[in-house]
């Protein structure tokens, strides 16, 4: 299937049978990649007296639970409702999900005793170009980031004036392939967060934040159409499915 549309007075060809998916999918394994301290999720079949909802163990059909946390267990999508006292769903408020998106890749520069990206380098990889949704790609970008155990890892983060930045460039989904955009450990601050959604001003509802997306190394910098996909949870975040599909002039 291939489609023609028009993103800024720009016309470009979609071929919607080349999606490039940037999630990664939940298992019940070690092997799926965890943060925040907890557990690997758990998927297993419903089991009521001796009967076990398994074709394997004899049932017609399967019939599993799933436990797992959207923050924690994989690729999702939160909206300001994750930091804010007033509950808000990411379900209720991401009421569109096609955006003309940007790919960049930022290398972590030092900080104190952290790794972190500043606005310069963001300034540099984003140019002129002001797209709906910002995908950053960080380095090193190795597959283990897809089965990664995250806890206490300190991992590198955008310092708040990035996440500025991006707010006055009127970018509206951040996505990238790290469990926070903020420090692991920073006392509560969420600089970050609170500045891209700014908490302070006028409150970005229609705003997301996607983190724990894979972008692989086949996924060049540039221009894309993203497909935001989200799980219909009534809920600050949801497990969800960024598909990039590439833009052709």
């Given at each position: 299937?291939?489609?023609?549309?028009?993103?800024?007075?720009?016309?470009?060809?979609?071929?919607?049978?080349?999606?490039?998916?940037?999630?990664?999918?939940?298992?019940?394994?070690?092997?799926?990649?965890?943060?925040?301290?907890?557990?690997?999720?758990?998927?297993?079949?419903?089991?009521?007296?001796?009967?076990?909802?398994?074709?394997?163990?004899?049932?017609?059909?399967?019939?599993?639970?799933?436990?797992?946390?959207?923050?924690?267990?994989?690729?999702?999508?939160?909206?300001?409702?994750?930091?804010?006292?007033?509950?808000?769903?990411?379900?209720?408020?991401?009421?569109?999900?096609?955006?003309?998106?940007?790919?960049?890749?930022?290398?972590?520069?030092?900080?104190?005793?952290?790794?972190?990206?500043?606005?310069?380098?963001?300034?540099?990889?984003?140019?002129?170009?002001?797209?709906?949704?910002?995908?950053?790609?960080?380095?090193?970008?190795?597959?283990?980031?897809?089965?990664?155990?995250?806890?206490?890892?300190?991992?590198?983060?955008?310092?708040?004036?990035?996440?500025?930045?991006?707010?006055?460039?009127?970018?509206?989904?951040?996505?990238?392939?790290?469990?926070?955009?903020?420090?692991?450990?920073?006392?509560?601050?969420?600089?970050?967060?609170?500045?891209?959604?700014?908490?302070?001003?006028?409150?970005?509802?229609?705003?997301?934040?996607?983190?724990?997306?894979?972008?692989?190394?086949?996924?060049?910098?540039?221009?894309?159409?993203?497909?935001?996909?989200?799980?219909?949870?009534?809920?600050?975040?949801?497990?969800?499915?960024?598909?990039?599909?590439?833009l052709e002039s």
């Amino acid at each position: 299937m291939r489609a023609k549309i028009t993103i800024n007075s720009q016309d470009y060809t979609v071929d919607f049978t080349k999606p490039l998916d940037l999630s990664i999918p939940i298992v019940s394994s070690a092997k799926n990649p965890v943060a925040w301290y907890l557990d690997a999720p758990n998927i297993e079949p419903v089991k009521v007296g001796k009967w076990v909802a398994a074709v394997a163990q004899g049932s017609v059909v399967n019939f599993n639970n799933v436990q797992f946390n959207p923050h924690a267990h994989g690729t999702h999508t939160e909206c300001a409702g994750h930091i804010t006292e007033k509950i808000y769903s990411v379900n209720e408020h991401l009421k569109t999900f096609m955006f003309s998106a940007e790919v960049i890749t930022l290398v972590p520069e030092s900080y104190a005793d952290d790794l972190v990206f500043t606005k310069k380098q963001a300034q540099k990889a984003l140019g002129a170009k002001r797209p709906e949704a910002i995908v950053i790609r960080t380095l090193p970008n190795t597959a283990s980031k897809k089965s990664r155990n995250w806890s206490h890892t300190n991992w590198p983060y955008l310092l708040e004036e990035v996440a500025v930045f991006f707010r006055e460039c009127g970018i509206k989904h951040l996505l990238i392939d790290l469990p926070s955009i903020d420090r692991e450990s920073d006392d509560g601050v969420l600089a970050s967060h609170n500045a891209f959604w700014d908490t302070k001003g006028k409150l970005r509802l229609d705003a997301t934040i996607t983190e724990m997306i894979f972008v692989p190394h086949t996924v060049k910098d540039g221009s894309y159409l993203l497909n935001l996909q989200i799980a219909s949870f009534e809920n600050d975040a949801s497990p969800s499915k960024p598909v990039l599909y590439a833009l052709e002039s």
